[in-house]
Each structure stands twice: as C-alpha cells, then as structure tokens.
C-alpha cells in the first residue's frame, strides 16, 4: 500500500484559501482524484496552513517543510492550475519500488487549449459535445498543439519519504511560483548527491494552459497591487536568494545528462539518452545494469521511443539555472509607506508595527512567526538598517526604512540604558505618529512581546478617547501608574486628533531628551511625577483631554511581573494567570534576552532553516543566532 501526499497552493491571502480556488483549479483537483493508483492509495493535503507573504504568496520552504510533517510515502508539489492524466500515479508507482531514495522533476506542457471537461461526478473526461473521451485519444489529441514548459517553475516535483535529505544545507525563503526555487532545489539535489535524481517528464502527462491564458482568464487572483505584484521584483528576490544560498551559482547542471523515466513498449526505462545507457537503479528483480542498451530492449516500439525523446529534448534548451542567475545588488520593495498600509490593514484601518534592527532580526522573526501563527497578517516592520531591511524582504515581510533612522546600530551594545537605545527607541514614536496621520490605528509592539493570543479584538474595545499601554511597574499590589512606569513598547493608538496632538507631544519632547523615548511618554501624557493621574492605572493629558489606560498586569504582564520568565514552565504559568502577551523586559543584554525567550519555549523561529517552527516541532532549541 502506497500512501501519495499532493501538495498545491493557490495565491491568496490565508483567510481566503480554500474560497479563492478557481473554477478551472476545481477540474483540476478532480483530475487528480480522477486517477486510478491500482495498489495507492492517496492523500490529497492542500497547504492552506503554509506560511505566507504578506501579498498572499506561499513560501517555498514553508510548503516542502508541511508536507513532510505528514505520513505519507511519497511527497508531490505542483502548480493548481496543472491536470494530472493517469500515467502519473502508475509512473510513481514504479519510483517508489527503486533501490535507492530517489527525487523526481517532470515540466508541464503547455496547451492553448484544453477542450475537456470532467462529467457531474468527476470520474471522466468529456469532449464539448458531451461524449466520453479516453485517456490515449485525449492524449493523441493533444500530442500536436503542446510545448515543453521548463523555465516558469510549474513543474512538478515529487521524492520519497527515506532518510536521506533532499540536498545539503538550507532551503531558501523563495517565494513559490515566482521562479528559479525548481530548479534550484533540483541542482541542489544534483550537485548534493544524496538522492538519485531522474526527469520524469516523459512519463507524467502535466497539462497546463500557457500563461497568457492564464492572466487574461483571471485565473490567478489579483489583488489592489495586481500591477506590482505581477511586476519583476519577486522574481529579482528569488534570484538573489538562489545566488547566496547553496552552490547552483558555482557551476552549470546540464539537464540533458540527467537520467530520464519513459515508458516505451509498455516498460518503464531509466535511461541516459545522451550516452544511451539503462540506469542499475531499478526494481531488484529487473536486475538491469549500467551498459549500453541490450538487445533486448531494442525493439520496433522501445528504439523509436528513445530517439522521440532525443528529438523532444532540443525544447528543453536555455533551462539552465546559472542563466538566470542575475540578482541585483539591492533589494528595494516597490511600495511606499502609504501602499503597504492600503495592503496590509486590516477592515478597521489598524495596523501592528513593529521596529527593529538586525542585532534583532531572529528576534523579529520569531515574533513575526507567531503573528502568523495566530493568522494576524496585519503587520508592519520598520527597518532601522539596510541590513534589515534586505533581510526582511527576502524573508517576504511588508518592510518601510526610516530614512531618518539613527546610524551606526551598536549590534550587541543596544539594549536598555545604553545610548544607542536612547536613539533607537525615538524612531518607535516618530512613526506611530506618521501612520496615525495617514489615517491608521498603531498597536505598537517590540519584538521582544509574545503574543499568546491576539491582543487586538480587547484593545479596539477601548474607548476611542484612550490610549492603552503596558506598565512596567513590577509590584504586585499597588497602583500600576506611578512615575516612569509606562512602557512605551507596547501601546494602541487610534488614529484622531487628541491622540495625534498628544503624541505630537511625545515626540518633540523626546527629540530634546537626552533619555529614550520611554520617558518622554509618561512625563508628557502623566505629567511629571505623576502630576495627571486618576486613581491606580489611568493618567489624563490635560491639553488634548487624552485618556491614558494602564493596561491589566495579568493581560499584559511585563518582564518583571510574577517573575513568570523564571518560572520552569513559562507557558503553563501565563495560561493560568491568562495573559495575553508576554514582554521580555527588565533583563539587560541582547544575548541574555534571546536566551531566555528561546529557552523558555517561547520562540516560534528556526535560526537554523531560517523558518518558522511547526507546530509539532520542539520549541526548545540551543542554537542562539548572532
């Protein structure tokens, strides 16, 4: 019994998965289901949980990581907009009898048009005027229109579940179907050689309708971007990935070398059609060597088969990865500030920002994975370097620079009390302000906050008067807004004018302080010492009648609070106390801090694989990132 995993993902943003399946993918999943597996028996998983960007594209490595968090014996990814025929369970059957762990790619091939349809039930095909068709004259129907596509990343992939990896090293952060991440992955296996790696496409009939159709059809979704997201700078992303990471920019994989799976007379063949030699990794009772083809192979049917795929090899040309292999020197977003939050806001206008440097980009990352993970997509960064922001592009995040950001970020010197954070933390309000004048709701929150839940249904049921904010005062009776206890990396703003006058304040006062912002915050909006405060969590700015609400400790507890970060199950303790978020404050040094949030289990990031951790995976890892 052969258990088959098939994996697709449609582009569309996670709430709207499986609603955002076109009519055109519906035949082609029942296509799929439509095949006849003999001793298989398959599983069908769709990668809605896959991990997205922000515009609604997968991650490459998200949806080959979910795949094999399944039981299954043969793992297969491909394009939504593919039709399967049924050689393709029958040609993995025979894979799956090989000797040795194996990878297998096979291009799709490209029609204009695809005159079936799937009857009521979607057990078989149909011509326009209703007929049945069968397999082989629906093939020979299109035998003479089609064209190999082999260089838009529509191929499918498929290996099996063995003990060896599918290459060396790591998998890049590609954005799936924008190019270059098949054939990276199968250079990478090549060049690796863990696995035994054969073309596949002879013997796997893939139709797909060119692309031209494809975009006038509507049959990829498009989005209020749809003219940039369409645009090149994604594939420029991916590109850039493929050239840092692994050895496809090193050399040149000659396809035309690699072993090819056909069936001619009825047998399958492994053969190198280049040199003309049967491949010694078969079935075990075939016992076929590595020598040139026997006589017993050269029959009428199986001679003219291999010379077809000879010929049929000349529309392969130009697939050849280096090639395309020309990543520029900077990755820029083609978005403004104003555009990524038409993008990314959520239906009340809000928006989570959050500000960092790359001493914190494994930081950010794992804070970034669990919004995800609580399928909050309304997120912004702001880069407070280059170096950030590069890297948040190419780790797909809806990322703005502030060119006013301080220079030369101290990467291990930077936290509490130091003057570099002095600086840094001026950034945070700066651009609260600005988004709240663009006419937008600011959660702010620094990465170091674990979110438990989301914050934002409590929070927007807060008069629109109030501006909610953490304390920071670490006693556990008493008033919870005494002087300079207001953390100032955790708050909600909503976008009016007493909040945007108030915190107008907060900024040029700040902008004269030789202290961090956080000061500035509780002096202008409480007055100093206190002097505006109503009863134990409330301050009241007298100028703009702002109110601001000191947010329940037991909600949102900060780093000192209960001393919940000592506790042995850090987890288990907040789930009691029923917090909401959780800061990683009141701990001074970076590496202190991501020590204890790694090592507490509260970390979503695999430095590592440079991925978010699924869900049955063990947080708890000792790998500290710099």
Known sequence: MVSLG???????????????????????????????????QNHYFHSAYSFYRFLGVPFFHSMVAKSRAFPSDIYVLMDTESILLPDFVSALNYAHELDNDWFLFAYPRNVSNFPFYLDEDGKYWLKEDGKRIRIQELQDTLGSSWQWNCCEGRMMIAWNNGELPLHH?????????????????????????????????????????????????GLVKSSIVSNIEKGSWEYDGNSHLAALYGSSSLHKIHYSGVMKLLKCDGQYLLINTTEDILHPYAYKKMSLWKGSIGKCWRSKKTLPCVSGTKKSQNGMSGCFLKDRLVPATTLKFPFSLESLLSITADKNRTVVLAVAGYSYKDMLMSWVCRLRRLRITNFLVCALDYETYQFSIMQGLPVFSDPSAPSNISFNDCHFGTKCFQRVTKVKSRMVLKILKLGYNVLLSDVDVYWFRNPLP?????????????????NQTGPINLPRRLNSGFYFARSNGPTIAALGKVVRHAATSGLSEQPSFYDTLCGKGGSTRKGDNRCVEPETNLSIHFLDRNLFPNGAYLGLWERNNATSACKKLGCIVLHNNWISGRMKKLQRQVLSGLWDYDISTRMCLMCSENKLTRNFGT
């Open 169 to 217: 090293g790591v998998l890049p952060p590609f954005l799936y179907g924008r190019g270059v991440h098949n054939h990276w992955l199968i250079d990478e296996a090549l060049s690796s050689g863990l696995r035994f790696v054969f073309d596949a496409s002879w013997a796997i009939s893939i139709f797909a309708l060119d692309d031209s159709r494809r975009w006038s059809n």
């Open 458 to 474: 409590l929070l927007s049921s807060f008069d629109p008067a109030i501006l909610a904010v953490q304390s920071d005062e670490y």
């Open 6 to 40: 098939i994996w697709d993902s449609p582009n569309c943003s996670l709430p709207l998965c499986y609603a955002e399946v076109t009519s055109l993918q519906e035949s082609n999943f029942q296509s799929w289901k439509l095949q006849r597996p003999g001793h298989s």
